[in-house]
């Protein structure tokens, strides 16, 4: 098991770094492309006037706005290279000291949510599993059923109706202790819960119905080492795809309810740097977001093989 990581990270690492290149292009082609000057946008913002050409034209020279696509592109890759994402064309400070600041309050609200997910998901998945069609296999459905049904910024705001105005028991905005994560994180987590929950239910079912469970049982084996032990082994590599792909996803998709809620993360800064057109930090938001997905999915690539040791480092089955 041990040797096939070298043997995973190896084809994995070019395309890795060939996916981070593209998302980086394409990020930067989107920016640059579409309507509207951000030299006039920000100075518009700072001064609350149209500014005059002469203003635009100096920021634009002060930023090298005026270069075309491929100068401003190659410019800031080669202060990627270096060890830097750019300067923000709004604020003027170095676009990873902004995210530095930023993004670790949006990583805290994205695992946290994360974790509320695949504990509430794989708990309920798996006894509704145990048991279909009773209670506990109901109740699975019917949260199923809302959590993709619920966009996040409604229930983000009925959490603060009930928990915060009605109950006032939660604070429905700022950053500070525990108290201040538990509505975001139900808010952001909740569609994650209902994936989670749906994908364990449906592998263990699958898992339970295969010989080597009655084989479990017929020897002796109480149901819960069956279950964890044997079943749930089994089905959980589809529930670590999930997790995987819903990490990047969380992360994200952290902006709407940093708004609502008063989050100190890198979602409002990263809002008004899309309505500024300040493209390093579009880029650079860009190029975070592919970089986490490109590593959490080596990560799960990983997790394959020491779940199931015959998984092959691309992810298939051993003859």
């Known amino acids: 098991m041990a040797g096939d990581v070298p043997i995973l990270l190896a084809r994995r690492i070019p395309w890795a770094l060939l996916t981070i290149f593209l998302a980086s292009i394409l990020a930067f082609s989107i920016m640059y492309f579409a309507p509207g000057n951000p030299a006039e946008i920000i100075l518009t913002q700072e001064t609350g006037n149209e500014p005059t050409r002469e203003a635009v034209l100096l920021f634009m020279n002060g930023h090298g706005l005026e270069q075309p696509f491929l100068k401003q592109y190659a410019a800031w890759m080669t202060n990627l290279f270096s060890g830097s994402l750019g300067i923000s064309l709004r604020t003027g400070d170095p676009v990873l000291e902004e995210f530095t600041t930023r993004f670790p309050a949006t990583f805290i609200l994205a695992v946290t949510a994360m974790a509320l997910a695949l504990v509430t998901g794989t708990s309920i998945g798996v006894l509704s599993a145990m048991r279909p069609h009773s209670p506990v296999d109901l109740f699975g459905n019917f949260i199923a059923s809302m959590g993709t049904s619920i966009p996040s910024f409604w229930l983000a705001l009925l959490l603060i109706l009930i928990f915060s105005i009605r109950l006032d028991i939660l604070p429905s905005f700022g ?24 994908i364990t239910r449906e592998s263990m079912l699958d898992a339970l119905s295969e010989d080597y469970v009655f084989e479990a049982y017929a020897k002796g084996l109480r149901e819960r080492e069956v ?19 819903d ?9 709407i309810i940093e708004q609502i809620f008063g989050w100190p993360g890198i979602g409002n800064f990263l809002l008004t740097s899309v309505m500024s057109r300040d493209y390093p930090v579009i880029a650079g938001f860009v190029l975070l977001i592919a970089l986490i997905f490109v590593i959490v999915n080596i990560l799960v690539d990983i997790l394959y093989v020491c779940i199931d040791p015959r998984m092959k480092p691309g992810g298939n089955i051993r003859g």
């Open 247 to 255: 990490i990047g996803t969380l992360l994200g998709g952290t902006v």
């Open 175 to 198: 950053y500070g202790g525990i108290q201040h994560l538990i509505l975001p994180t139900m808010a952001l987590g909740f569609l994650q819960i209902s994936r989670i929950l749906r």
């Open 227 to 245: 279950v964890v032990k044997h079943a749930f082994r089994n089905a959980s590599v589809p529930v670590v795809t999930q997790a995987g792909l």
